[in-house]
């Protein structure tokens, strides 16, 4: 049986990224229910992240996501984000929201909009230098509606220029990650579709690329710790971005709609030994809170991380391995299945009492007032940008 110690250690020194847009205000395509207390700036929202860091202990850095937190000096909001006891991760790049990229951004037919396209993506390097943040990350909207709308081959060399011009103009310490999605926008193909195009073009690239994973980017029933697993074995995962879904990119909270396949994809990371926030891949969330509290909806989003990574550090592998080794069908279910159904927050309270923390983040915020302070201090919330 796994030491608690060890498991207690683990989880002390895991690391779980909050997105900025998260905080912000988020809806469908048929509405954005406004909530007050919501940031107006990217300083606002970092503010939120770092109580969410202070209540739980393991969300020290916050993704940004630009435009959408634009500001004129990065070194500055670098700066304030030490001060409130985080740091800025991953730079997020956005070419999908603005009226040139209707027909794609970097794969896109026009030399024009392909050079503009890459020059945002450089700008993001820039800010990475400016805030120190290790990790570029990459997602297109490009893709095609219907067939024989643009050449799907020229539209990956297209692709291809753009990430090496971009991947060139990285420093020593900095790492590309390539997200992938099946569908959306696009609904007929799509350029970066599947992990395997991700992984075709880090691979090309080079040692620092990396592939990221959404868990909401993919078919239905699609065997997510394979993919995990398999990356891992190649060195090439970088990065997820975890959040639920039940029908397509639906980014709902991490760990709700199926914390079963959390749990089978953590104990993946735990098996490659990829856990530990020194291997490298950073645990992003990326979620939208339409219609519950953003805050507390972020605290639960990492609570419910921590509870699957428990669960996956307490698999007794020794009996796991020798179970398999045997053929033991039904033993090496039960040894997985065991370690599922154990009631790890006890075991979790417990550790945030041992650093000095509140035993129930939740209840904490609750009681902070931090709450009913942000909505009398900030009178007009913020768009996400996202679904605005
Ligand atoms: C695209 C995506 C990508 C974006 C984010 C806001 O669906 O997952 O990571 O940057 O949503
Ligand atoms: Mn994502
Ligand atoms: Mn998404």
């Known amino acids: 049986m796994p030491d608690p110690t ?5 989880l002390a020194a895991q ?24 940031p107006r700036t990217p300083e606002e929202k970092i503010a ?18 630009v435009p959408w937190d634009a500001v004129e000096d990065y070194a500055k909001l670098n700066l304030f984000a030490q001060d409130a006891g985080v740091r800025i991760g991953a730079i997020n790049t956005n070419v999908f929201q603005d009226d040139d990229y209707k027909l794609g951004s970097v794969t896109n037919a026009d030399p024009r909009i392909r050079r503009k ?31 024989g709308q643009d050449d799907l081959r020229d539209r990956q060399e297209r692709l291809s220029a753009a990430l090496h011009e971009t991947y060139d103009r990285l420093g020593a310490n900095q790492r590309m990650l390539l997200e992938y999605k099946l569908f959306e926008p696009a609904f007929y193909a799509t350029d970066v579709p599947d992990w395997g195009t991700s992984f075709a073009h880090c691979v090309e690239l ?8 959404d868990t909401g980017h993919h078919a239905p029933g699609t065997n997510i710790e394979f993919i995990v697993a398999f990356l891992l074995r190649q060195g090439k995962l970088g990065a997820f971005d975890f959040n639920s879904r039940f029908y397509a990119d639906d980014d709902l909270m991490a760990g709700a709609a199926d914390p079963f396949q959390l749990f089978r994809i953590m104990y993946e990371i735990v098996r ?5 926030p020194s291997y490298g891949i950073n645990f992003m969330l990326d979620q939208c809170h339409n219609i519950e509290a953003k805050i507390p909806a972020i605290i639960r989003s990492v609570m419910n991380i ?9 698999v007794d592998r020794g009996a796991l391995r020798d179970a398999q080794q045997s053929g033991d069908v039904l033993s090496a279910n039960g040894v997985l299945m065991d370690a599922y159904n154990t009631d790890v927050r006890p075991l979790l309270r417990e550790l ?4 000095g923390r509140d035993p129930d983040p939740l209840a904490a915020y609750h009681r902070s007032g931090y709450q009913a302070q942000i909505e009398s201090d900030r009178a007009h919330g913020q768009q996400a940008g996202w679904n605005a």
């Open 206 to 213: 080079g040692p620092k690329a990396f592939v990221c994973i």
């Open 272 to 276: 490659g030994e990829a856990l530990e």
């Open 15 to 38: 690391a779980i990224e909050t997105p900025s847009w998260a905080f912000g205000n988020s809806g469908t395509r048929f509405k954005v229910f406004a909530q007050p207390g919501v």
């Open 48 to 65: 939120d992240a770092a109580v969410v860091h202070r209540l739980t202990g393991v969300a020290p850095s916050v993704a940004l996501h």
């Open 306 to 314: 921590q509870e699957a990574t428990a669960k996956a550090l307490l």
């Open 352 to 355: 945030r009492e041992e650093s």
């Open 117 to 147: 396209a890459t020059d945002h993506l450089l700008e993001a390097v820039s800010i990475m230098d400016a805030t120190g943040s290790r990790d570029l990350k990459l997602w297109f909207a490009d893709g095609l509606n219907y067939p």
């Open 6 to 10: 060890t498991v207690k250690a683990a």
